[in-house]
């Protein structure tokens, strides 16, 4: 009933959610559209090293600056980054249509698409470090679940009009820069509604680094932002069991992507886009039902038992790929999409409730660099030891123990749950405004 009720009273919640939903078509139109330019695009050729490198160069910049340019989100005004990263992000999306346009090698592409890839975490770190100013501390976990679900179905519509507008426009160059300008309107839009919040309405309410310029505060953001991840021991243990996700999870997307490009699956044809739907469409599943399934567990069992739990489905899902056919795909795609969302939703909730507002942008911004850093690791070592088919039995089974080792390290970490709601009350200077 809280979760109906926040709904219901809390303006500063629509608009929120509307910020993050527009925010999260316009990446996945970008995205797909990205996706489809290089990857099936019949003007340019990538190979598995070439794949890994460009998610490098994606996604690697920005988790080196993320940790330090965090600091802004506990120094500005939040509502003000997140309507000019927006229009920023519009701006980078028309110079990598123009690159696309002209033809540039996809390195020229992809450093232009970097600018779009740092401005996306950016406002996403924003979004969840602004949420407890709008939903109270008690239906923050549902928050997150019903934010994330309807974000993840909106990031599959952008890719459905990116889909649309490439069936329109055509799969070349020329055509491939027109369908990358839908996400820089959908971005320009996301800054509008952003600008209707009252000025700090999303924090920080005690910004850090007070009366020091933003320079002094980038400075030191990344040590501020550890400090406050090491020092409280759920966000710590949390963070280290999305790290040891998204590693496996990056193994497993070249691996997949090699083996529908290389082999003949049955119902999952290789060399066409529809095949990475399937495998895609397979995770966002896993995903929705973990929208539903996480805020009951944490609210039963805890935190601790939520974040096992995951990770022992994950370890299950892992290992059946060991014998690879378009069942164990797909109901490894299920799985895996079901246990890495409950991490993801239980690490969105012990930042929130855990750290002080002062420092929850930094922190959430140590993490998407933890994210996408392991992410693209385990790109690069997938790209050097797999086979050109993708399929590595022996590969599979070390991830598989990755996740059950980070199952137990969880279970023993982490600290038990003095109640089960698992969402313990901050002490008061730490409590975010009453709306």
Same mark, same amino acid.
């Given at each position: 009933?809280?979760? @109906? ?81 927006? +229009? ?12 696309? $346009?002209?033809? #540039? ?47 993840? $179905?909106?990031? &599959?519509?952008?890719? &459905? ?10 799969? &070349?160059?020329?055509?491939? #820069? #027109? ?9 320009? /839009?996301?800054? &509008? ?24 505060? +980038? ?16 966000? #710590? ?21 090699? /083996? ?47 974040? +096992?739990?995951?990770? $022992? ?29 409950? @991490? ?10 855990? @750290? ?28 050097? /030891? ?20 980070? $199952? ?28």
């Amino acid at each position: 009933m809280g979760f @109906i009720r926040s709904l219901g009273h809390s303006p500063g919640l629509w608009r929120l959610l509307l910020v993050r939903l527009t925010s999260q078509l316009s990446d996945g139109a970008f995205q797909a559209a990205l996706a489809f330019s290089i990857l099936f695009n019949p003007d340019r050729h990538t190979d598995p090293m070439a794949v890994a490198a460009g998610f490098a160069v994606l996604l690697l910049p920005y988790s080196l600056i993320g940790p330090f340019a965090g600091a802004l989100l506990d120094h500005w005004d939040r509502r003000r980054v997140l309507v000019w990263v927006n +229009v920023l992000r519009a701006a980078a999306v028309a110079l990598v249509a123009l690159a696309m $346009a002209s033809s #540039a090698p996809a390195g020229v592409v992809l450093v232009a698409a970097l600018v779009v890839t740092g401005c996306s975490r950016f406002v996403a770190s924003g979004l969840s470090a602004s949420l407890p100013h709008v939903a109270s501390r008690e239906v923050l976990i549902e928050m997150n679940a019903f934010f994330t679900t309807l974000g993840a $179905a909106v990031l &599959g519509l952008g890719a &459905g009009i990116s889909a649309g507008l490439r069936a329109v426009f055509g799969s &070349g160059d020329n055509g491939s #820069a #027109a369908t990358l300008l839908a996400g820089a309107a959908i971005a320009l /839009i996301s800054a &509008g509604i952003a600008a209707g919040f009252a000025r700090r309405f999303l924090g920080p309410d005690t910004p850090d680094d007070r009366g020091h310029s933003a320079l002094y505060a +980038v400075a030191h953001g990344l040590r501020h932002g550890l400090r406050a991840a090491a020092s409280t021991r759920t966000v #710590a243990v949390v963070l280290s069991a999305i790290g040891v996700h998204r590693f496996v999870f990056g193994i497993n997307t070249l691996m997949l992507l090699l /083996i529908v490009r290389s082999v003949n699956l049955g119902p999952i044809r290789g060399h066409d886009v529809g095949a990475l739907a399937v495998i895609g469409g397979g995770v966002a599943i896993g995903a929705l039902v973990a929208a539903f399934t996480t805020p009951l567990l944490v609210h039963r069992i805890g935190r601790r038992w939520t974040i +096992v739990t995951g990770l $022992a489905v994950a370890t299950a899902a892992e290992l059946s790929l060991v014998h690879i056919s378009w069942t164990t795909i797909c109901v490894s795609a299920v799985a895996l999409g079901l246990a890495g969302q409950t @991490i993801k939703l239980c690490g969105d909730l012990a930042m929130q409730a855990d @750290i002080s507002d002062t420092y929850r942008g930094q922190v959430f911004a140590v993490q998407d660099a933890l994210f996408n850093t392991a992410f693209v690791v385990a790109m690069f070592l997938g790209a050097s /030891i797999l086979p050109l088919d993708g399929i590595a039995p022996t590969l599979v089974l070390l991830c598989g123990g990755l996740y059950f080792f980070a $199952a137990v390290g969880v279970w023993l970490r982490h600290p038990r749950d003095r109640r089960t709601s698992a969402v313990s009350a901050p002490p008061a200077a730490m409590r975010p405004r009453s709306l």
